[in-house]
């Protein structure tokens, strides 16, 4: 997939790659569903367009990240050691991407037996 002059498939790789640490089930979309013994996820995608900034290129990617409600309460212990994890991860630099600046936002339940954090981060295209 190409946005612009820029491969998102490659953005994808390194996330995916630096993101291995935080669950074992990486998503690039929001499955809808999921098996009764995944406990946490990991969804992360570009969430905005890619701008060519004349020599690098710009943009934002979001890491969301989902754990499994204790009965019917938020599995806080979880989501923390998860957020943990994200930012043990970042910022995430390879040759031609850096992705930096992580802002968390608590989400919520999603109806489906799981809360989640999302966090948004910048991208910073060196090269192309």
């Known amino acids: 997939m190409i946005l612009g002059n820029y491969s998102i498939r490659k953005i994808l790789l ?4 630096a993101l291995g640490g935080v669950s074992e089930n ?3 979309s929001r499955p809808k569903t999921v098996q009764a013994n995944m406990n ?4 992360f995608n570009i969430s905005s367009r890619i701008y060519d900034d004349i020599g690098k290129g710009s943009g934002m990617c979001q890491i969301d990240i989902f754990a499994r ?5 938020e599995n806080t212990e979880l989501l923390e050691q998860m957020q943990e994890a ?6 995430i630099s390879v040759e031609e991407y850096m992705i930096y600046r992580p802002i968390s ?5 999603d109806g489906m037996g799981f809360h989640s954090i999302s966090i948004q981060c910048k991208i910073l295209i060196k090269q192309q």
């Not at 946490?40 to 969804?43: A, E, H, K």
């Not at 936002?105 to 339940?109: A, D, K, N, Y």
């Open 69 to 73: 409600d204790n009965g019917v309460y």
């Open 14 to 17: 390194a996330m995916n790659n």
């Open 105 to 109: 936002i608590q989400m919520g339940s």
């Open 40 to 43: 946490n996820f990991v969804v």
């Open 26 to 28: 990486l998503f690039t």
């Open 86 to 91: 994200v930012y043990r991860a970042l910022p």
